[in-house]
């Protein structure tokens, strides 16, 4: 024996339609507070007596009144209205959440450099949008952004990134930094990459796209080691370099840091090499309106510090 129920199949118009000529007690009232057509209305009504399978009004030229079928529809069919309008605000409500969120990855450095002023000021003048700030290695910025968990990236992206629409913010100057006491502190005089020679150097891993570069021009001027300390984040590299365990190379966007902590600092010639700072956001998909506001306040901060 089969025991499923049929299911019926009512909309929430006819629902609704059938609550209003309740609660009005007349069907052209309730056609005109719903914006229908009296015929629309009858319409409406006769597809859900259908549907139950029973009459729902008895009409006479003087009133409408519930029939028995009616009245015991009347509390089920307010429940699943007022469940659908509570769906509607919770689905509207998340959207708006989401509308108002805006996550941003942004290397350490940049986080720490560049990202606090414009964060600041984006939240004054954007008081209804928050802003989530992940400061993480440049691998996790690019996987954050493929798999739509940031909005904006931020980064050296030395080289075009699968998926990701590159969008150069300014360039930064490659320069030297010197522990306290072997250089004047401060922004002092240019030195050639050459300068590099015969000094101890701490350095970022071999894999890391800006470190790549530095190895190149290193190896020109006769400056490649093989062996030295590694550090994974340039904010313990400029540490490392403050302990006086040797010099560093690094991007200008960290210079304000740099010169904070009493190194000595010298923009790099012979050549001169400058690195893209890249935002980045997904190929193919409309960035929301807070984060082409927010690219703005970047490009604006990063041309303040670009060199």
């Known amino acids: ?67 028995d079928a009616g009245r015991r529809l009347q509390p089920v069919a307010q429940r699943i209205v007022d469940e659908l309008r509570a769906l509607a605000s919770v689905i509207g409500g998340t959207e708006a959440a989401v509308r108002s969120r805006l996550d941003v990855a942004a290397t350490p450095m940049v986080s720490a450099s560049l990202l606090p002023r414009v964060v600041r000021e984006f939240a004054a003048s954007h008081p209804q949008v928050r802003v989530h700030l992940a400061d993480v290695d440049v691998a996790t910025v690019r996987a954050r952004m493929l798999e739509a968990e ?32 072997s250089e004047p502190p401060g922004l002092g005089s240019s030195r050639p990459w050459s300068s590099l020679a015969d000094l101890p150097l701490v350095s970022l891993p071999p894999d890391n796209p800006i470190q790549a570069l530095i190895e190149t021009h290193l190896a020109r001027a006769g400056g490649a080691h093989e062996e030295r300390p590694v550090m994974n984040l340039l904010g313990t590299l400029i540490a490392m370099v403050q302990a006086g365990l040797g010099h560093a190379v690094i991007p200008s966007f960290a210079l304000e840091e740099c010169v904070r902590q009493g190194l000595g600092v ?42």
Do not use: W, Y
Not at 279 to 290: D, E, I, S, W, Y
């Open 150 to 181: 940031a909005d904006i990236g931020l980064g050296f992206f030395v080289k075009p990134a699968v998926g990701l629409v590159r969008q150069p913010l300014c360039k930064f100057r490659l320069m030297r930094i010197s522990p306290p006491g």
């Open 266 to 307: 010298a923009m790099l010639v012979e050549p001169a090499v400058s690195l893209d700072l890249f935002l980045v956001q997904r190929r193919g998909t409309q960035p929301k309106p807070a984060a082409q506001e927010f690219a703005a306040a970047l490009k604006r901060a990063a041309s303040r510090l670009g060199h």
């Open 1 to 67: 024996m089969n025991s499923s129920r049929t299911l019926i199949n009512v909309s929430s118009r006819q629902l609704l339609a059938f609550l209003e000529i309740s609660r009005l007690q007349s069907f052209a009232r309730a056609a005109d507070r719903i914006a229908l057509s009296p015929s629309g209305m009858s319409m409406l009504v006769k597809e859900l007596e259908d549907q139950v399978g029973a009459r729902l009004f008895d009409r006479t030229t003087r009133s409408v009144t519930l029939t």
